[in-house]
């Protein structure tokens, strides 16, 4: 790194390519063109709020009148003294209520203001969240969850920050701006003229920090974030680190990066002290124009001392929100880009369960019909992949039915497909006679219960686990479900029992213990059908016969389809439909198809040793069934 | 590039310690803060000769007064500029160096530290808790010097003027700084609280959208919807509780203010009409009151700023001072690795759970070793040890001779390359990650070798297939690149580390039988040229190595060549036979095979 720096440009080359293919990567998001649009996008969710945002711009005019009327008020007073006797107790008067009405409308005025734009962040997010989960598998597939999160959580309230900070109350500084100069106008034009005669180069200057604030608070945001993601790099990828020995490489480009958001930070307080001192001094040159005029003044006019003292009050009064616009200014961006990328998200069309095929939804099937079929079905997950061809099959009620194949063979994909959690290309599959699209997806899904591989935990407890969907576990059945599997003893054992803590994605259970669950959670559910797609993680003897034991708990008397990989769950169906390579090519009971002595009998005599090499009981991971890729946790 | 990383290892870091370094700034810093607030009191008295020049006909005075009101803004503006800049710079070095100590300081740990302390945490560290001491050292030096001269200053010109006044004035005084001591404190509370609400709502989000096929599978839709409802409820109200507080804060610091205002107004006036201020000094005192409310309430923010630096400061210390348990040893050699890799009974528990046992096996330099096993045997954890990325027993591992626990860290882990098993990618271009033992990428010839890697672990017709091949960012928010994909691309930058003993765990889990044939071709290559160790459960990847070991349940169960082993009964024989019937299986076409009607 520190050599690349110094040296030429040839040798730079790659260097530049690399940055430049990494600055193009992480452009994601940083929109550069702010379109006021999007925030009009947004009034569908605050429209039922207005009423109390409406009520709030009222209480911020009035609170900006009653603030604006004191330094007049002052002045009148500070005429009045020797001239008007009680006039000073007088103007005191008015003065102490007005201040009171101002200090009592501030309150009500800035929360209702963060009332109606929580509640409105509150009803966006309940919308992203709900609309998420409308959208199709496939997406998921394609989406890092994390940046899902991040939609429903930073960019809506990067949105409610701008309610929440007040920065609406501009509107309310703009109208300060406009009254000032009109009563400062009125009272001595040729006074204020003077005082404002500051005011362009002011605004100038503003503007031109404006950008400049901006751009460098920009650069403060990348380069914050550009800081974490190769800190949090480095502690994910530490081993990879440590085995190549790149600790003081790392920590030399770590440094570059370091340097560079140091430098951003710096360039942004410049830019921030130089505002906050500047709008001081340029308010202090205010006043001092004012001084010298009411002194030029004072040759031929005497300027009263109220007007001068409401003058330099009025000076105080203008650049204070002056000094606010800039900050308030970012906040409005950073608002823009949050909506522009919520809204962005609403535009996605991967729907769950489409209604593609058009007519009235049911939810009973047909009477006498299988439970489950699948009609010359070719599935692929990508366009340009098959997964499935022309796969044909049935299941009757009451079956149970084992499907067997090699890796990658196409078996888990079915009961993606009976779930209609993806779309068939060619065929149909039917669920009690019944097009699976024809179904209305709750009442389709309401007759499965699924065992997946790859089990996955919510936090909450055992119990809330396997009783999911019920806000309040029915502990009679959820006892019941895990006696069935012989399991209840075993849980209960551990602490903290049926209520005991599921971490995240339940790190704190075993993969045994989480197979478990999920074999409880499914007979909880009672289904028509279960779907079971068998583990292949490695477990210990005793976990192994106790999985065994729930297989057959969970799958006695029940129309079932088994994605197996035991020899003993193998040999226990009632029929074997054997994949191989995205087709059928065998289907028939354990006996008839070893006689075939075709793939099946291959299958067997593999799985049969991979049992042998596997003593007592563990499997190598060799035969990990290929499921589509999970989105990974970002 | 100054700094060298081995520099950083002497930046200060304890609080006291970045404070003396610091002094200096500080010094400088409090100097302009005083050259500012003496100007500004010397403003207040110009305006106050400018008022009583204007209101008693003296335009010449109020002209004079007015142009020293100009020039001593100006100065004091750019003396505020260069005093903040200068005190929250040193805010920032401290960061920054506190920053760079700190990824120095994990960069020393080993696996049993991140495990005891999750990624999550650790960035939380290095960045909120870095941040509150960073506000500490900055923002809250510069409010204690600032406060206390503006406070002088302010003082001092509205004594000058009337005493009398003054002490009313101030009478609200220490009521403001209570308040504001009271609101700071309440606000860092329910601002964490409300940051908790977001943290509990985002996880719920996180575990319902990763979880997806089992909300889809149990129709869960609406349960989730009613849990993800209640954390946003509980965020909702927590941030109305936030909302609440800053809401009253304005008015309750503006209605203190305000008392003080009017007691000016009403008093002062008072006063003037006595004749004991004159006008100007009426507005000059006025003006310097109202320099005096914001150094007060920054004072009332000081209480919580130095509690939280404190706070976040000793969270650090929980990373500064976690001690490593992997150390370089002290000897010194100079002359080259040749490669010899021993290992003497070695036995190693991970906490109680025993997982290798009396493990001795021997390659020469130059040689090859396969170790065999099924997963959880500990041929990985073998592994790791060999190049102490945990910690590796004393007397157990030897390079050349040397037991590793005495060779310098840096001798051990640069001749001893490692690459694991689950590929993990830099989120940076394939170049950079495949060139990621390259001192130079940028180099003339590194373009090439790192072609030629990838074309070694079969991976180069796929990364120039990508959008920008060789530029393509890859890593879990670029082009996901497929799992296979991934493990190659990490075999290629393994394959181009120049290091004399190569081990490679498991490098061929997801490839299929051709490419893993390709790929078996370049590991034959890089025996030439190097000792290579190979961790597989793969025959056809063992039986190309000198020797293989066969390691079950933590200890050595078997040792031969390929021909021996697979002759013998056994594990390994096992595996070959499971081995060749996957083989088999696959060759099988579908197409021959007779799809059975339904």
């Not at chain 1, 009976?418 to 179904?439: C, N, P, Q, S, T």
Request: glycine residues 8%; neutral net charge.
């Amino acid at each position: 790194m520190t050599a690349a720096a110094t040296n030429g440009a040839p040798k730079n080359a790659p260097k530049r390519r690399a940055e430049a293919a990494l600055a193009k990567f992480h452009e994601e998001g940083q929109l550069n063109t702010y379109d006021a649009k999007t925030l009009l996008r947004l009034w569908p969710y605050v429209r039922p709020h207005s009423s109390q945002m409406v009520v709030s711009i009222i209480l911020l005019l009035l609170g900006s009148a009653a603030a604006l009327a004191q330094p007049y008020l002052m002045g009148q007073g500070l005429d009045s003294i020797g001239k008007v006797p009680g006039g000073l107790v007088k103007a005191g008067v008015i003065l102490t209520s007005l201040i009171v009405l101002e200090q009592a409308i501030a309150f009500p005025q800035m929360y209702l203001m963060q009332v109606a734009g929580a509640r409105a962040m509150a009803d966006l997010r309940r919308a992203v969240f709900a609309f998420l989960h409308t959208r199709s598998l496939s997406f998921f597939d394609r989406t890092p969850v994390g940046r899902l999160v991040t939609r429903v959580t930073n960019d809506v309230d990067a949105i409610g920050e701008m309610f929440a900070s007040g920065a609406l109350n501009a509107i309310g500084d703009l109208l300060r701006l406009v009254v000032i100069v009109v009563v400062m106008m009125r009272m001595d034009w040729q006074m204020a003229l003077i005082a404002f005669a500051s005011l362009p180069p002011v605004l100038i200057g503003v503007n031109w920090t404006r950008k400049r604030i901006r751009s460098a608070f920009r650069e403060v945001r990348s380069k914050t974030a550009r800081m974490n993601a190769y800190l949090n790099e480095q502690v994910n990828g530490m081993a990879v680190v440590q085995a190549f020995a790149r600790e003081e490489e790392s920590a030399a480009e770590f440094d570059q990066i370091n340097s560079a958001y140091r430098e951003a930070n710096n360039r942004s307080i410049i830019f921030d002290a130089t505002m906050d001192a500047s709008i001081e001094m340029i308010s202090s040159l205010c006043v001092a124009s004012v001084l010298w005029a009411a002194g030029l003044h004072a040759a031929s006019d005497r300027v009263s001392f109220g007007t001068l003292f409401t003058f330099v009050a009025y000076i105080d009064k203008f650049f204070l929100p002056i000094r606010d616009l800039s900050a308030r200014y970012t906040l409005v961006q950073s608002a823009m880009t949050g909506a522009e990328r919520v809204f962005e998200l609403f535009e996605n069309q991967d729907v769950d369960a489409p209604d593609t095929h058009g007519g009235e939804k049911t939810d009973k099937g047909v009477p006498g019909a299988p439970a489950l079929a699948l009609d010359h079905v070719t599935f692929g997950y990508k366009p340009t992949s098959t997964a499935l061809r022309d796969v044909t099959f049935q299941v009757a009620k009451g079956e149970r039915v084992a499907l067997v194949g090699a890796t990658g063979a196409g078996k888990s994909t079915v009961a993606s497909l009976f779930l209609r959690l993806y779309e068939i290309r060619e065929g149909k599959a039917l669920l009690f006679g019944v097009d699976v699209r024809d179904w209305s997806s709750e009442a389709l899904r309401s007759h499965f219960a699924v065992v997946p591989q790859d089990v996955f935990l919510f936090p909450g407890t055992v119990a809330s686990n396997i009783a999911a969907g019920d806000e309040t576990p029915d502990m009679a059945r959820v006892k019941l479900a895990l006696e069935r599997i012989d399991a209840l003893e075993l849980l209960l054992r551990r602490e903290g029992g049926l209520d005991a803590k599921v971490e995240e994605r339940g790190s704190n259970f075993s993969a045994g213990e989480r197979q478990l669950i999920a074999f409880a959670r499914a007979l909880y559910k009672d289904p028509d059908i279960l779907v079971l797609d068998e583990a292949t993680a490695n477990v210990d003897s005793e976990t192994e016969s106790r999985l065994q034991r729930a297989v057959e708990g969970a799958l006695s008397g029940r129309t079932a389809l088994v994605i197996a990989h035991r020899l003993s769950t193998i040999r226990k169906a009632d029929r074997i439909v054997v994949f191989h390579k995205g087709q059928i090519v065998e289907q028939g009971t354990h006996d008839e198809l070893l006689e075939k002595e075709g793939v099946y009998a291959k299958l067997h005599a593999l799985q049969f040793a991979r049992e042998e090499v596997a003593v007592p009981s563990g499997r190598p991971p060799a035969i990990k069934e290929s499921t589509p890729p999970a989105p990974p946790p970002e | 590039m100054t700094d060298t990383p081995l520099a950083k290892r002497d930046h200060p870091i304890t609080l006291k310690g970045q404070l003396r370094d610091k002094a200096w700034i500080y010094l400088a810093g409090g100097g302009l803060l005083l050259v500012q607030q003496f100007l500004m009191a010397r403003r207040d008295f110009f305006v106050r000769d400018a008022v009583d020049a204007a209101t008693t006909l003296r335009g010449g005075d109020a002209k004079i007064a007015a142009l020293s009101i100009f020039a001593v803004s100006i100065i004091a503006a750019l003396a505020r500029v260069a005093s903040r800049y200068i005190v929250f710079s040193a805010g920032r070095n401290v960061e920054y160096e506190l920053r760079a100590v700190l990824l120095d300081r994990l960069q020393a740990l080993g696996p049993s530290f991140f495990r005891t302390m999750p990624t999550g945490e650790i960035m939380s560290r290095a960045t909120n808790d870095l941040t509150q001491v960073r506000l500490l050292l900055g923002f809250g030096v510069l409010n204690v010097i600032s406060s206390v001269f503006a406070f002088a200053s302010a003082l001092y010109v509205m004594a000058t003027i009337s005493l009398r006044l003054t002490i009313a004035s101030l009478l609200t005084v220490p009521l403001l700084w209570l308040v504001t001591r009271s609101f700071s404190t309440r606000l860092f509370t329910r601002t964490r609280e409300n940051q908790e609400a977001i943290g509990h709502m985002s996880d719920r989000v996180l575990a319902s959208l990763a979880g997806v096929r089992v909300v889809r599978a149990f129709g869960l839709g609406g349960s989730e919807a009613a849990a993800f409802e209640k954390s946003n409820e509980k965020y909702l109200e927590k941030s109305l509780s936030l909302a609440r507080l800053r809401g009253s804060m304005g008015p309750v610091m503006g209605t203190i203010n305000a008392v003080g205002v009017l007691i000016v107004f009403w008093y002062g006036g008072a006063l003037m009409d006595d004749g004991a201020i004159t006008p100007g000094g009426f507005v000059s005192f006025w003006l310097a009151l109202l320099r005096l409310s914001w150094p007060l309430m920054a004072l009332g923010f000081v209480a919580a700023i130095v509690q939280r630096g404190r706070a976040g400061y000793e969270r650090l210390r929980g990373i500064f001072d976690a001690v490593p348990e992997v150390q370089s040893g002290p000897l010194v050699r100079e002359e080259p690795v040749r490669g010899n890799v021993k290992v003497e009974h070695l036995t190693f528990a991970y906490k109680d759970k025993p997982v290798l046992r009396d493990v001795s096996l021997e390659v020469p330099a130059g040689g090859s070793l396969a170790i065999v096993g099924r997963t959880g045997s500990g041929k990985s954890t073998l592994a790791v040890l060999l190049s102490r990325l945990m910690p590796t027993p004393r007397g157990a591992v030897f390079l050349d001779g040397d037991d590793v626990c005495d060779l310098s860290l840096a001798r051990v882990r640069g001749s001893i390359g490692y690459a694991q098993q689950d590929a993990f990618l830099f989120s940076t271009t394939v170049t950079k990650n495949i060139g990621y033992s390259l001192d130079d990428v940028d180099a003339p010839d590194a373009d090439a070798k790192v072609k030629e890697a990838a074309r070694e672990a079969q991976v180069l017709s796929e990364i120039e297939g990508l959008p920008d091949a060789f530029d393509t960012v890859v890593g879990e928010r670029g082009v996901q690149l497929s799992g296979g994909q991934r493990q190659r691309t990490a075999l290629a930058r393994a394959l181009l580390r120049s290091c004399p003993v190569l081990v490679l765990d498991d490098p061929l889990s997801a490839v299929d039988a051709k490419t893993e044939a390709a790929i078996l071709e370049a590991i034959e290559r890089q025996k030439a040229s190097r000792t290579l160790i190979l961790i597989t459960h793969r025959v056809v990847a063992a039986r190309r190595c000198d020797k293989i070991v066969v390691l079950d349940d933590g200890e050595v169960v078997a040792t031969g060549t390929h021909d021996e082993l697979a002759a013998a009964p056994g594990l390994y024989a096992a595996f070959a036979r499971e081995q060749a019937l996957e083989a088999d299986l696959d060759s099988f076409d579908a197409d021959t095979a007779l799809p059975v009607p339904t």
